[in-house]
């Protein structure tokens, strides 16, 4: 059985788990993400990566510069979803968009909460000579980054850089979403409070 989801995402760090959602039979009826942006010497309007990605395939995408208006969260409730799916999408969700889908919204955060909560958990546990990080599937409430965690796949850091970290848990993270919508639609799921 499938998932009728959103998916919101801007970078590269996203495009993994969105073709993850995709490669399990998740049906994707939208993807929202940040509205292109101007690049390179012509200034041209340049769309984010996962925009790029959901265009290859065909999704319905939603470019909103804010989901603070009645307007786009009607837009959004009327998706009907089970679930929303987040990674690094750079804007906050209000109330009324966390509860409109069925199960709720997810996040995969790129550190181990609630060490390095916010924009930049990678770049900041390297500065910060942590031994190892993470990334970590939440359930998304009001707060930022502050909901339960339903699943985690650690790492050591060690001598990596930056790209490599970056890549490596945009790479884990991907299964562990799509394991953790597997086990909520189970009715499996355990979430676990963040200290």
């Keep these: ?27 994707v009826v939208c993807v929202y993400s940040q509205p292109p942006r101007p690049k ?5 309007q340049e769309k984010s990566p996962v925009h790029k990605f959901a265009d290859t395939k065909g999704l319905l995408v939603r470019t909103p510069v804010s989901l603070k208006s009645a307007e786009e969260q009607q837009a959004f409730a009327a998706l009907n979803l089970d679930a929303a799916v987040v990674v690094a ?18 996040n995969l955060h790129g ?10 958990p990678i770049q900041r546990a390297i500065m910060a000579g942590d031994r ?23 790492v050591a850091i060690g001598r990596k850089t930056y790209g490599e970290l970056h890549d490596e848990l945009a790479k884990l993270g991907a299964p562990l979403m799509g394991r953790a919508l597997d086990a909520l639609e189970r009715g499996e799921a355990s979430e676990h409070p963040q200290d």
Excluded: N, Q
């Design 1 to 27: 059985m499938s998932l009728r989801l959103a998916f919101m995402g801007t970078p590269d760090f996203a495009v993994p788990t969105l073709a993850e959602l995709i490669a399990r039979g998740h049906d």
């Design 40 to 44: 390179g010497r012509g200034l041209a």
């Design 89 to 106: 999408y750079g804007l906050l969700l209000p109330k009324a968009v966390l509860s409109a889908p069925r199960l709720g919204c997810f």
């Design 111 to 120: 550190s181990l909460l609630p060490r390095w909560r916010g924009a930049a």
């Design 132 to 154: 190892e990080t993470g990334v970590m599937v939440m359930r998304m409430e009001e707060g930022l980054d502050s909901g339960p965690v339903l699943m985690t796949e650690r």
